[in-house]
């Protein structure tokens, strides 16, 4: 079964093999980051049951980008578009959905969505130990 965690390194390693000379930081920013680089924020993860044993997982990312103007953060954007939108996980591909971008105080703000569907391990039965049939006919 795939983890968040899986989802999410999924995500950073795209962003680290298509830009290799830009930073990834997949934890929390501290004071002294070196621009330009990438800071991939994790929003709550969702899941829905649908049919027994089947779930919908929804996974969404504002992945932000520290760029040095605007013109290289629309660009960044543009090449974003093209990197979420296939990411591997576990030797499988899994589709980018609902991507959209801002700037907001001079950051790059790229949001994807990753949602797919898990089935939750096969509860073990109890197993009949014996029956003993008798059958009589008329």
Excluded: W
């Excluded at 950073?12 to 930081?25: D, H």
């Excluded at 609902?98 to 790229?110: A, N, P, S, W």
Aim: glycine share 6%.
């Amino acid at each position: 079964m795939i983890t968040v965690n899986d989802v999410r390194r999924g995500v950073m390693a795209a962003l680290k093999q298509r830009f290799p000379n830009i930073t990834v930081y997949g934890e929390e920013i501290r004071q002294g980051l070196t621009a330009p680089c990438f800071f991939v924020k994790l929003f709550p993860v969702a899941q829905d049951r649908e049919v027994g044993r089947r779930y919908k997982r929804m996974h969404a990312f504002d992945i932000h980008y520290f760029g040095k103007s605007n013109d290289d953060m629309h660009g960044t954007a543009e090449s974003l578009y093209d990197c979420m939108e296939y990411i591997e996980i576990n030797s499988s591909a899994f589709r980018g959905v609902k991507m959209r971008h801002e700037i907001v105080d001079e950051v790059l703000h790229f949001f994807v969505d990753y949602d797919f569907h898990v089935m939750r391990q096969k509860p073990e039965a109890v197993k009949m130990q014996t029956l003993k049939q008798e059958g009589y006919i008329k």
